[in-house]
C-alpha cells in the first residue's frame, strides 16, 4: 500500500488563529478520514469524508477532499490549547477495509 | 468508545524472549487491526484480521504473528523478539464498510 503525506510536519500557532493540515495520497480512494491522538494517548477519529463528497463540517473541523488532485485539507478554525496535538489523515482505498495512514502533523496551540 | 482494551499497557523484555500482546473489543466488530507508531512513519499496518481465524498480513509483518480465535480477541506475537520491535503498538477495530476505526489505548514494547 502507499502511505499518505501530509504537510507541515509540525505547526506552531497562537490561540485563535486557524490551523490547516493537507494530505495527498496516489491511489483511488472510498473515503478518507482524519484522526488526532494526544500525547501518549491512542488515535480519536474526527471526521470521516466519503469520495463522493467535496466538504464537511463538524464544530470547528472542516475537511475537503479533491479527488482529482488527491488531496485532503483539514482545518480547524478558532483554535485552543487543548487542540494541541498530533493529526492523522488515512485513507481506506477501494479494494479493501484497510486504512493507510499518513505520517502526521503536530500541532502546538500556544495559549 | 468502543470498548478496546490492550495488555499489557507496557512490557520491557530482553532480545529473543517471545512476547505476545492482547487486544479486547467489546464491540463484536468483525474487522482488527495490529499497527506499531514509531516516530517519522507514522502508523504502519502489521497484521490484520477479517473473522475469526482470517487473517492477513499487513506491510511490516516481518517477525510478527497473529491468532483470533474469537470475535473479541486477537493476539500479537512477536516470536523472538529484537530492538527494531521496541515501538508503541496500537489495535484497532472496524465494523466494516465505509466506517472509522476505533483505537485501543497502545502498548509500549521495549526490547533491550
Known amino acids: 500500500s502507499q502511505q499518505g503525506e501530509e504537510d507541515p510536519q509540525a505547526l506552531s500557532i497562537q490561540e485563535g488563529e486557524n490551523a490547516t493540515m493537507n494530505c495527498s495520497y496516489k491511489?483511488?480512494?472510498?473515503?478518507l478520514q482524519w484522526y488526532r491522538q494526544n500525547s501518549g494517548r491512542g488515535l480519536v477519529h474526527l471526521i470521516l469524508?466519503?469520495?463522493?463528497?467535496r466538504e464537511k463540517h463538524s464544530g470547528r473541523l472542516r475537511v475537503t477532499l479533491d479527488t482529482s488532485k488527491k488531496s485532503s485539507s483539514l482545518l480547524i478554525t478558532a483554535s485552543r490549547a487543548a487542540d494541541t496535538a498530533s493529526y492523522f489523515c488515512a485513507f481506506q482505498e477501494t479494494s479493501g477495509s484497510r486504512l493507510t495512514f499518513g505520517e502526521g502533523t503536530q500541532l502546538t496551540v500556544n495559549p | 468508545d468502543a470498548g478496546i482494551t490492550q495488555s499489557p499497557r507496557h512490557k520491557v523484555t530482553e532480545t529473543g524472549t517471545p512476547v505476545t500482546l492482547r487486544c479486547h473489543q467489546t464491540?463484536?466488530?468483525?474487522?482488527m487491526y495490529w499497527y506499531r507508531q514509531d516516530p517519522g512513519h507514522g502508523l504502519r499496518l502489521i497484521h490484520y484480521?477479517?473473522?475469526?481465524?482470517?487473517?492477513d498480513k499487513g506491510e511490516v509483518s516481518d517477525g510478527y504473528s497473529v491468532s483470533r480465535s474469537k470475535t473479541e480477541d486477537f493476539l500479537l506475537t512477536l516470536e523472538s523478539a529484537t530492538s527494531s520491535q521496541t515501538s508503541v503498538y496500537f489495535c484497532a477495530t472496524h465494523p466494516g464498510g465505509g466506517y472509522e476505526q476505533y483505537f485501543g489505548p497502545g502498548t509500549r514494547l521495549t526490547v533491550t
Open positions: 469524508i466519503r469520495s463522493n463528497e
Open positions: 484480521s477479517y473473522g475469526v481465524k482470517d487473517t
Open positions: 464491540e463484536n466488530h468483525r474487522y
Open positions: 491511489t483511488s480512494i472510498n473515503n
